[in-house]
């Protein structure tokens, strides 16, 4: 029962999460007259880009493809002003979306799900949430996002700390001001990556603790070219078909079909500086073996090392900012503007603490194995508990009380990283055995929502009323996953792909690294087969959707 003792809310689906996700996966249910809530922590929309307001957060994906294509209008009404947006953009982009369609009358912000439960009985989820209520919805669905669980470190004596200290994935909405201030970034991935060249402006002083130094690429970002803009939002729909037919769902330089052992020195700095040039993601396309191959990835990784010694004047900072610990591209990539060379200036300093680990957050600051520093604020640019972490905080349970933290006890397993089996009705938007974070998420994001749209009608329309992966499909899936991730390189680096940043979490490679088209192909072949591998039943109760 709700705790205000009223009766639940009886809806057609509850959707956590008021993101790209959740806002799309509303807007395609509620259009075809199914009863849909959005229930949504955050008092605004936006997901990632309503938490990580740190300075100098934007996207790495361009932002001609950094957005919705459902349809042509969208893009043709937007307008971006850069090759790269700034998350204030796309957070303004994200609420004109919400105002356009009238989302907001359906979404409960302020609200976080506690837990979700599966009634065999009814064949209902009843979900309730840290404000007292409690929604019946027979269909249970998670947009709750792969990055969104903000993950500060825990070292002792944080809670003595005298001085500010910020998450950059819980950023305050009012900014802050670092002016005249001693400043120290921990970590050194994406979000230190773009933060710190603009908190360095600003600060009087700051030092950047690095444990792992990650390869990042230039984004020569800049004003979007006009003709480019018209080109890519004439015909929307085609981009967007192209893009969820491609390896990552981006369209640019084709990933090259040649190896680089085999290229003569000349073609592969010719290649290599051509996509330095262009700037973003695109390096490891370069050649079709750097993902594969040792010998072919040291060929990249150098390439990249060549640069950094380039940029940074100071041959010693220069060797600690190159990376050596993992193969290039298995840790997730960085786009950056002027990373390398802010640690020319002055006022920064890099401090290596990869022997020297930071012991305690003093009152003053921190102290490492060998030093101790004192800072007026502290940046915890630490990452998140990725793919799994915001899905286990709440306590979501199925058939038989069997609880997802159970099921995933030894990691994730999934089918197609739509659904659990055992969890009927219950569906994870680029939930982990999907290709999700090895993409342009919003692509992504698109695929899985319109193929839980399509389920759902299908279930309407044949008067069925769970569907439920099958354990087999479930066992041969994970297997798949994990076989194809074990070809590659990406399990040899200790990345947040495979948990190694959260003490304790299971050691598994979660997303699906098959690519987007082949993927999006299966899905649809599943779907057109009846949903093969899965469970469908009319169950107890008639179907009242619509
Ligand atoms: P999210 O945007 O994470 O939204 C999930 C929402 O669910 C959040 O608002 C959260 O508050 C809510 N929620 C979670 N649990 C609960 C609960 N129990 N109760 C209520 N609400 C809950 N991807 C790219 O493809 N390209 C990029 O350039 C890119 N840049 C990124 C930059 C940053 C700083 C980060 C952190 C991620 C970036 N990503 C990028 C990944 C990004 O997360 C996705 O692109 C996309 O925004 C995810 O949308 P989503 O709706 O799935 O999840
Ligand atoms: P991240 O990539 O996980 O980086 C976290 C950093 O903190 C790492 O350098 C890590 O070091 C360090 N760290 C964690 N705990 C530490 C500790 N106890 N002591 C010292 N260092 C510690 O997190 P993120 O930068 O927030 O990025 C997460 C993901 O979000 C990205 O990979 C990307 O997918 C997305 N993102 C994208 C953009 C963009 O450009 N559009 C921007 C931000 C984020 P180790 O490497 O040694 O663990």
């Not at 989820?125 to 990055?147: H, K, N, P, Y």
């Not at 360095?200 to 979007?224: C, D, E, I, W, Y």
């Not at 192209?242 to 010719?270: W, Y």
């Not at 979490?505 to 082949?518: D, E, L, Q, S, T």
Request: net charge negative; charged share 25%; aromatic share 10%.
């Amino acid at each position: 029962m709700p705790q205000n003792g009223s009766t639940p809310a009886r809806l057609d689906a509850v959707i956590v999460g008021a993101g790209f996700a959740g806002l799309y996966m509303l807007l395609r249910l509620r259009n075809a007259g199914f009863s849909a809530r959005v229930i949504e922590a955050g008092d605004g929309v936006g997901g990632t880009w309503y938490w990580n307001r740190y300075p100098g957060a934007r996207c790495d994906i361009e932002s001609l493809q950094y957005q919705y294509g459902f349809n042509d209008e969208l893009p043709r009404e937007w307008t971006w002003s850069e090759k790269y947006a700034t998350q204030p953009e796309i957070l303004a982009y994200i609420n004109y979306v919400a105002d356009k369609y009238d989302l907001r009358r359906d979404i409960q912000f302020d609200t976080r799900v506690t837990s979700a439960s599966f009634d065999e009985r009814t064949d209902r989820w009843a979900v309730q949430t840290d404000r007292g209520d409690e929604f019946s919805a027979r269909f249970c669905i998670m947009a709750t996002g792969c990055l969104s669980a903000a993950k500060v470190p825990d070292i002792p004596g944080l809670e003595r700390y005298e001085g500010e200290w910020y998450h950059t994935g819980a950023w305050p909405h009012e900014g802050v001001d670092f002016s005249g201030k001693t400043v120290g970034v921990i970590g050194t991935g994406s979000s230190a990556i773009q933060s710190i060249p603009v908190i360095a402006q600003q600060a009087k002083h700051l030092t950047v603790f690095q444990r792992t130094a990650n390869f990042s690429m230039p984004a020569n970002n800049g004003p979007l070219d006009e003709d480019y803009r018209a080109k890519m939002t004439t015909d929307y729909t085609s981009i967007r078909k192209a893009a969820r037919n491609s390896p990552a769902g981006i369209l640019g330089r084709p990933m090259s079909d040649k190896s680089v052992l085999e290229a003569s020195e000349e073609e592969r700095n010719r290649e290599f500086e051509a996509r330095w040039e262009i700037g973003g993601l695109g390096l490891g396309g370069a050649f079709n073996d750097v993902g594969l191959n040792l010998e072919a990835n040291a060929i990249a990784a150098e390439f990249v090392r060549s640069k950094i010694r380039a940029i940074v004047k100071d041959p010693e900072t220069a060797e600690l900012l190159c990376p050596r610990d993992y193969p290039f591209g298995t840790k997730r990539l960085c786009v950056d503007t002027g990373y390398y060379a802010t640690f020319n200036r002055d006022n920064v300093k890099l401090v290596n603490i990869k022997g020297n680990p930071i012991e305690e957050i003093t009152p003053r600051g921190l102290r490492t194995g060998n030093a101790e520093y004192e800072f007026d604020a502290i940046v915890f640019a630490t990452g998140f508990d990725a793919m799994t972490g915001a899905l286990l905080k709440i306590d979501i349970r199925g058939r038989d009380g069997l609880t997802l933290r159970e099921k995933w006890e030894h990691g994730p397993r999934t089918y197609l990283g739509l659904q659990v089996a055992g969890f009927p009705n219950l569906f994870t938007i680029t939930g982990p055995g999907s290709p999700s974070v090895l993409s342009n998420m919003i692509v992504s994001i698109e695929q899985h929502v319109d193929w839980i749209f399509d389920c759902l009608s299908y279930l309407r329309e044949h008067e069925l009323s769970t569907i439920e992966a099958s354990r087999e499909a479930e066992d041969r899936w994970v297997d798949h996953v994990n076989e194809i991730a074990s070809h590659t390189l990406f399990p040899m680096a200790n990345s947040w792909y495979i948990g190694a940043n959260i003490p304790g979490k299971p050691r598994v490679f979660m997303p699906y690294i098959g690519g987007v088209g082949n993927y999006a192909q299966k899905c649809q072949h599943i779907a057109d087969n009846g949903y093969d591998g899965f469970e469908l039943d009319s169950g107890r109760v008639a179907v009242a959707a619509g």
